[in-house]
């Protein structure tokens, strides 16, 4: 598609960025402390520390520490190979009840990973046409609040002494890889944006009913409303009611599950 056809975000910049910032506010107040307390209970290490190794995550990319194992974060998908393993084949093998509620929500977050991490290299490249810098700050920010749901998902798995997940979800990846090559402009990404986000708050809301955990159900229940959040600000984006509503943009009462993995 050429540049003169792409269409242009024509939201207030001023509104996005507030959005952004009140989205990491309240991730950073309410959602990473809850991440911490659940993860204090399923690993013998004190709610500082995870924090402390939080933090050390959003200011330099650097792994997130957790007692003493360092759980990798998925720094750029450029570092990562997108999933070559079969949908039948995943979860791996001796994952069962909650580690393997872990293993796929931590391949659904480095999915997303990837798909803002590819947006941002394709808008800094010229191919989505203008890019305002609200939008490109909003997906930086997203970015990496799915970075620190990998990382606190992996952390579960290690913390059973299993492998943490670095593949992005086999199931979805091919479909995700193919809508993104199509993607020519903000509003082409933003929407492929609120299939991924949809799809990952839809499954921590199936799933959080199944967990037998009480500290899984609270890393799960921590995590499902920024998703939610996420979608809001990209339904702004596109200029759409930023709720739950049908494939037509009819709002909704309640969420619905169809779309969980």
């Not at 792994?63 to 084949?89: E, H, I, M, N």
């Not at 803002?116 to 290299?121: C, H, I, K, M």
């Not at 949809?198 to 199936?206: G, L």
Request: proline residues 5%; neutral net charge; glycine residues 8%.
């Amino acid at each position: 598609m050429s540049k003169n056809k792409t269409k242009k975000y024509e939201g207030s910049e001023h509104e996005l960025h507030v959005q952004t910032l009140e989205l990491d506010e309240l991730h950073h107040d309410v959602g990473m402390p809850a991440m911490a307390e659940a993860l204090g209970h399923m690993r013998s290490t004190s709610r500082r520390t995870f924090l402390m190794g939080a933090g050390a995550a959003v200011a330099g990319g650097a792994a997130l520490a957790v007692g003493s194992g360092a759980v990798p974060t998925l720094a750029a998908a450029s570092t990562r190979r997108l999933s070559s393993v079969k949908a039948s084949a995943f979860p791996p093998s001796g994952l069962t009840g909650d580690l393997a509620v872990a293993a796929v929500a931590a391949s659904l977050e480095n999915l997303a990973v990837f798909a803002y991490t590819a947006g941002l290299t394709a808008a800094t490249q010229g191919k989505l046409g203008t890019v305002p810098p609200a939008v490109a700050t909003f997906a930086t920010t997203v970015k990496g609040q799915h970075q620190q749901h990998a990382a606190a998902w992996n952390a579960v798995l290690q913390s059973h002494g299993k492998a943490p997940v670095t593949v992005t979800n086999p199931t979805l990846t091919p479909t995700v890889q193919a809508d993104f090559a199509k993607v020519t402009d903000i509003a082409g990404l933003a929407q492929l944006a609120v299939t991924l986000e949809t799809i990952a708050a839809q499954t921590y809301q199936v799933e959080t009913s199944k967990l037998k955990s009480s500290a899984a159900i609270q890393l799960s229940s921590s995590i499902q409303p920024v998703e939610m959040q996420h979608i809001a600000i990209l339904y702004y984006v596109l200029g759409m009611y930023p709720g739950a509503q049908t494939s037509s943009g009819t709002p909704l009462a309640f969420n619905p599950t169809s779309q969980a993995v």
